[in-house]
């Protein structure tokens, strides 16, 4: 594992976009696993501003709340659309997202799965990490589940994300996530992390022990991930 304590988040969102850009210019048809949630924000932001060029990346988002209106400007789609996608010459028919409004969401995570088994597999996958330790939104459990799939979201995820809605909509208490399976299998993983908020989580990732109840752990077996976040998060290690 490779660590960077970065002074601040404009840092951290800039050396991330300097590894990410590496992987885009190496490899012009990178397949891309790309979280959503306010820590990759700067990092899509600084990607952006290097007008690299996307047309042959494809890009797979690792999480949607269920049920959520694709119109909602809180889905994962939406943000994923406004923050980055709609900034760069990606192609649209090469970003996948997960449908918040699929009538059958079993057979939509399997096709999401299927997708990203057709190009080979994530290349590279960008995450965040939760509160509770929680990656993509595999949430902490007695078992994790290796395939895309649709699951409950804990009440510290839903308390959490109640500040990303309005007051008189209710968060949607389930998601479909890309799973850890397909997440461990992608060569290379950049796990971000900022702020104060997130310390508790980063130091037990780093406390040398691994469990299901903080998915985020599980990353201590991956061949390649690089962990950047600012001081405030690394507070605790
Ligand atoms: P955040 O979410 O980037 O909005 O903090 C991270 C996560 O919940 O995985």
């Given at each position: 594992m490779i660590k960077f304590v970065?002074?601040?988040?404009?840092?951290?969102?800039?050396?991330?976009?300097?590894?990410?850009?590496?992987?885009i210019v190496g490899k012009p048809d990178t397949v891309l696993g790309l979280a959503t949630g306010g820590t990759p924000i700067g990092t899509y932001m600084e990607l952006i501003k290097k007008r690299l060029d996307f047309s042959k990346i494809?890009?797979?988002?690792?999480?949607?709340?269920?049920?959520?209106?694709?119109?909602?400007?809180?889905?994962n789609r939406f943000q994923l659309f406004d923050s980055f996608i709609n900034k760069i010459n990606a192609k649209r028919e090469n970003v996948h997202t997960l449908n918040g409004e699929a009538a059958d969401p079993n057979s939509e995570c399997e096709n999401f799965d299927k997708k990203i088994s057709h190009m080979g597999g994530l290349d590279m996958v960008v995450l965040g990490i939760g509160l509770n330790g929680h990656i993509g939104f595999n949430e902490p459990a007695e078992r994790l589940i290796l395939s895309c799939h649709l699951g409950d979201l804990t009440a510290r995820t839903i308390e959490e994300h109640a500040k990303f809605f309005d007051a008189d909509e209710t968060v949607p208490h389930k998601s479909m996530t890309m799973?850890?399976?397909?997440i461990f299998a992608a060569n290379r993983i950049v796990l971000l992390a900022n702020g104060a908020n997130k310390a508790d989580a980063v130091s037990q990732k780093f406390s040398g022990v691994i469990t299901t109840t903080c998915p985020a752990t599980l990353l201590n077996l991956h061949h390649d991930v690089t962990i950047i976040m600012d001081k405030a998060a690394a507070s605790k290690i």
């Open positions: 970065c002074n601040d988040y404009n840092e951290m969102s800039s050396l991330a976009s300097e590894i990410i850009a590496g992987q494809a890009i797979f988002n690792i999480g949607e709340y269920y049920p959520i209106s694709n119109s909602n400007t809180q889905s799973g850890m399976g397909t």
